[in-house]
């Protein structure tokens, strides 16, 4: 009679659970996630709300996107804890609204404020969005109440400028990235303006978009000083940055959050 010894773990439950989460989480290419999905039942109920964890329809021939097809949606939404649409891709579909309501982490790209009916029913602590459509679907108010992450660097500068009624929409803002303006004057201008606002910010990161596609995060140097720790001017390549941030690999937020504590601290100058 067959041994049935060798058909149980050698090591016990919880080390073993580690093992296969850091082989997992070690294979940045997911070129051996269904071989790890195989091994057993016990390990496929481990991996799978890490397979679909981050779901992308944003990408490119550098990045591509990283897909939950929409068929499948029904079965594994649930596990979706970062949502990145792209509604510029004519597939992407608001569907994905109704079949993930444990979203944390939603960027919304090119949203034309379609699908406010279930949108409104999730409570993210990070998005990323226009904020110049939300005066227009006032019935969004609901999405922004939990946003303490809020990633408006796709937005054209000039909307920040004046009053926003859209920053009225986030009472626990703490955290706010928005696209650097050319000029000198403007980006002053916008600094001032955020910080009148927004009463309770603790990191505002200036994102620089590079000409080069170089993976890189890194701080850019400003041409003027600005007597504030919390503002941090970044380099940026999206969308992967969002996608290392979701990984937990490279997170501009954690990065800008360390610069910050160590301005407090007096290592370093502020500047904007």
């Given at each position: ?51 679909y964890k981050i779901v992308s329809t944003y990408g490119s021939s550098e990045w591509p ?10 079965r594994f939404g649930k596990y979706v804890r970062h949502l990145l649409l792209d509604f ?30 279930t949108l409104s029913c999730l409570r993210p602590t990070e998005l990323g969005v226009d ?142």
């Open positions: 009679m067959k041994n049935l010894q060798n058909l149980y773990p050698i090591f016990p439950p919880e080390i073993e659970h580690k093992v296969f989460v850091a082989a997992f989480e070690g294979d940045q290419e997911m070129t051996n996630i269904g071989t790890l999905l195989l091994v057993s039942k016990r390990v496929y109920e481990w991996l799978l709300p890490l397979v996107p990283m897909t939950l097809p929409i068929k499948n949606l029904s510029s891709d004519a597939s992407t579909s608001t569907i994905y609204f109704t079949y993930c309501p444990n979203v944390v982490n939603l960027c919304l790209i090119a949203w034309d404020g379609t699908g406010i009916p904020l110049n459509i939300l005066p227009k679907v006032p019935e969004i108010i609901p999405l922004c109440t939990n946003v303490t992450h809020l990633d408006c660097a796709y937005d054209e500068w000039k909307g920040f400028i004046g009053p926003s009624k859209s920053f009225s929409y986030f009472p626990n803002l703490t955290h706010l990235m928005v696209c650097s303006p050319d000029s000198f004057q403007d980006r002053k201008q916008l600094v001032e303006q955020i910080f009148q606002q927004l009463q309770k910010l603790q990191v505002f990161i200036v994102a620089h978009y590079p000409d080069s596609d170089l993976p890189e995060l890194k701080m850019v140097e400003p041409d003027y000083i600005y007597p504030d720790p919390r503002i941090v001017h970044l380099s940026l390549q999206f969308p992967l940055h969002w996608k290392t941030a979701a990984q937990g690999v490279l997170s501009p937020w954690l990065f800008a959050e360390e610069v910050v504590k160590q301005r407090r601290d007096g290592i370093m100058l502020s500047r904007v």
